[in-house]
Structures are given as C-alpha cells and as structure tokens.
C-alpha cells in the first residue's frame, strides 16, 4: 500500500515563497513519473507541475517560471518550491503519480497554500 504525505504548506503574503515536500512510502516511487497537484475551492484538482524518474519537469503554463519540480529518488520524496506566489495559487496541494490520466494511488491529506496579504 503506497502512502503519500505532503507537508510544507502555509500562510505566505503575496510574492512571497513556500516549498513543499511530498514523502511517498515504498520503493516504486524510483520509476514513477510524479506530479503536484492542487484544488481551490469549488474548482477541480488540476496537475500543475511533473517529473520523471530521470528529472524531466513539465509545468502548466500558470506556474512556469514561477514553480519549480524535483526530487531526490534515494529519499522517496518529491519537492516543489514555489516563488512569486499570487493569490490565485490558493489551494491544497498534493502529489501523486502524473500525467493527469495515470492510474492513481490513494490521495494523501493534501497541504494548505493561502497566498494573501
């Protein structure tokens, strides 16, 4: 049973930055193309940033150049740090196996973004 477990998340003004972390138990995650993923409220969970097992990032167009994707595969965890934060980045944000259509493991508990002044 893979776990998953983000942290990392909080209150930051606009403009400011957050880095989360996402801890994925059991080793398949060393050949998992991972994903950041975030819901606001009444809205759908949306893919906002992927890396493969060989560090390949992709991002949506929303947080390119703002979000930036990695991991460290000897840890089993994945980070996203974000920057110049908006506050239309307000949302919880989890991870889980990317593209958007790739079969999915159990959603984690999520981490609260709130970007406001």
């Known amino acids: 049973q893979v776990q998953l477990v983000e942290s990392g998340g909080g209150l930051v003004q606009p403009g400011g930055s957050l880095r989360l972390s996402c801890v994925v138990s059991?080793?398949?995650?060393?050949?998992?193309?991972m994903g950041w993923y975030r819901q606001a409220p009444g809205k759908q969970r949306d893919l906002v940033a992927s890396i493969t097992y060989g560090g390949t990032t992709n991002y949506a167009d929303s947080v390119k150049g703002r979000f930036t994707i990695s991991r460290d595969n000897a840890k089993n965890t994945m980070y996203l740090q974000m920057n110049s934060l908006k506050p239309e980045d307000t949302a919880v944000y989890y991870c889980n196996r990317a593209p958007a259509l790739a079969p999915k493991w159990d959603w984690g508990q999520g981490t609260q973004v709130t970007v406001s002044s």
């Open positions: 059991g080793s398949i995650f060393n050949f998992i193309t």
